[in-house]
T-cell receptor
Framework: SAVISQKPSRDICQRGTSLTIQCQVDSQVTMMFWYRQQPGQSLTLIATANQGSEATYESGFVIDKFPISRPNLTFSTLTVSNMSPEDSSIYLC?????????????????FGPGTRLTVL | QKEVEQDPGPLSVPEGAIVSLNCTYSNSAFQYFMWYRQYSRKGPELLMYTYSSGNKEDGRFTAQVDKSSKYISLFIRDSQPSDSATYLCAMRDFGNEKLTFGTGTRLTIIP
């Protein structure tokens, strides 16, 4: 398993400002993921971040709005730029991993605790 | 139509009851099915993982997959107050790391 920490755990920001969220993993991983979790909606993948390459963004998400850095195999940042109240959400990072189950190896993702963002 | 549909609840049941949580999906390419449990102000954690159709049991939890109906279920026996959480189904296709999640069902077990 992987232990993931995120900073900040929560923040209240003003419209038009930017916030950078940090994600730290206790082991080296190739793939890191950034998700958004809005009330009443599915956990939605924003982008996949591989170390040494540009992040891959999902439909509806663009680099100008959500720039991502991945400087090494244990760390990533997501910036929410030019925020509006619609960006109020929980942002989570996750990493690839696996668990050993009674059926064998199960590929999965381990999630951080999330960053709760409120934009006024 | 969403790729994965899940009743958001909330669902409240008395302690000791059997809980049934369900998801339906439309993408027949999905091969791997997971249930995550998310406590308040925490990230989701993997609870159950299944690949094929049929049942998989782990303690008080049973995951059921019916690929022909594109329907998955999670059963919780002898439910406990500590089971109170949001349960999210998730699935992915072969060779793809991307997970597609349901909206999650908020479950409360009443002592």
């Amino acid at each position: 398993s992987a232990v993931i920490s995120q900073k900040p755990s929560r923040d209240i920001c003003q419209r038009g400002t930017s916030l950078t969220i940090q994600c730290q993993v206790d082991s080296q991983v190739t793939m890191m993921f950034w998700y958004r979790q809005q009330p009443g909606q599915s956990l939605t993948l924003i982008a996949t971040a591989n170390q040494g390459s540009e992040a891959t963004y999902e439909s509806g998400f663009v680099i100008d709005k959500f720039p991502i850095s991945r400087p090494n195999l244990t760390f990533s940042t997501l910036t929410v730029s030019n925020m509006s109240p619609e960006d109020s959400s929980i942002y989570l990072c996750s990493v690839e991993g696996y668990r050993t189950t009674s059926s064998g190896r199960a590929d999965t993702q381990y999630f951080g605790p999330g960053t709760r963002l409120t934009v006024l | 139509q969403k790729e994965v549909e899940q009743d958001p609840g909330p669902l409240s049941v008395p302690e000791g009851a059997i809980v049934s949580l369900n998801c339906t999906y439309s993408n027949s390419a999905f091969q791997y099915f997971m249930w995550y449990r998310q406590y308040s102000r925490k990230g989701p954690e993997l609870l159950m993982y299944t690949y094929s159709s049929g049942n998989k049991e782990d303690g008080r939890f049973t995951a059921q997959v019916d690929k022909s109906s594109k329907y998955i279920s999670l059963f919780i026996r002898d439910s406990q107050p500590s089971d109170s959480a949001t349960y999210l189904c998730a699935m992915r296709d072969f060779g793809n790391e991307k997970l597609t999640f349901g909206t999650g069902t908020r479950l409360t077990i009443i002592p």
